[in-house]
């Protein structure tokens, strides 16, 4: 068989089975990447192509390193949903850069982030004064996310009918199941308040995909969708 064919025969068979390596992923990966991830990518793609033009390497054996640098994003996925603890060891957890208008500099030293960095970000999230946010922080994905203080967002119905004048940013008290306990502590409640406002709604801990609290009692559910509530 002529050169040719056999690299335009392996690079289809590997293009085929990175595809269904991708899929078997899922479309988190095909978003913002972690380090692990993005080094994975790299790595991944260099095997890729050396095995398409290198007739001289063994196929199978090229094709065993691929799965083998797959397996491991595969399985910190896993794992990241099955305990709270791995995956704030993984992925880590979000830095606060901004709270009630002042800047944490340990905060941006921490995360080797300058203040030029820090306001180019605001900038393109059209705020331009550091004084206007009520809370910042940079996510385990790079992004930044902003919540401004009160007086500084468009007015809503909550504002003209509720007479709070400090908002903060929600904490995810409940997650997979399972209390958080260092995240409730965050926004002041007891633990009691917590179980009382669960067996209130007639509800179970292990019940709840996600609860989010915030400093004004504010408390929400998204339940398992197995779940049958009255």
């Keep these: 068989m002529p050169e040719y064919l056999q690299v335009a025969l392996r690079s289809l068979f590997i293009l085929l089975s990175l595809f269904a390596i991708t899929k078997l992923l899922g479309k988190k990966q095909l978003s913002k990447l972690s380090f ?21 390497l063994p ?33 880590g957890q979000p830095t606060v850069f901004i709270k ?9 030293k921490k995360e080797k982030y300058s203040v030029d960095e820090l306001l180019e970000q605001l900038r393109k999230k059209d705020v331009f004064r550091v004084s206007d946010v009520e809370f910042a922080s940079l996510d385990t994905n790079g992004d930044l996310s902003v919540l401004l203080k009160k007086e500084k967002r468009p007015i809503i119905h909550e504002d003209v009918f ?19 306990h260092k995240a409730l502590t965050e926004v002041g409640f007891p633990l009691a308040w ?18 989010q609290l915030d400093c004004e009692g504010n ?5 398992y969708n197995w779940t049958n509530t009255q």
């Design 59 to 91: 196929l199978s054996e090229g094709l065993m390193s691929i799965l083998l640098w797959f397996t491991f994003p595969l399985l910190f996925s896993f794992l990241s949903l099955k305990s709270i603890r791995f995956r704030r060891f993984a992925e």
């Design 100 to 108: 009630d208008g002042n800047i944490d500099e340990l905060a941006l």
């Design 36 to 56: 692990f991830e993005y080094i994975t990518g790299i790595t991944v793609g260099s095997i890729a192509g050396t095995l398409s033009m290198d007739l001289g």
């Design 219 to 223: 408390l929400t559910f998204d339940l």
């Design 194 to 211: 917590l179980v009382k406002e669960i067996n209130r709604r007639e509800l179970k801990v292990e019940s709840i995909f996600l609860a």
């Design 162 to 180: 509720n007479s709070s004048q400090k908002s903060t940013p929600p904490q995810a008290v409940i997650t997979d199941g399972k209390i958080d």
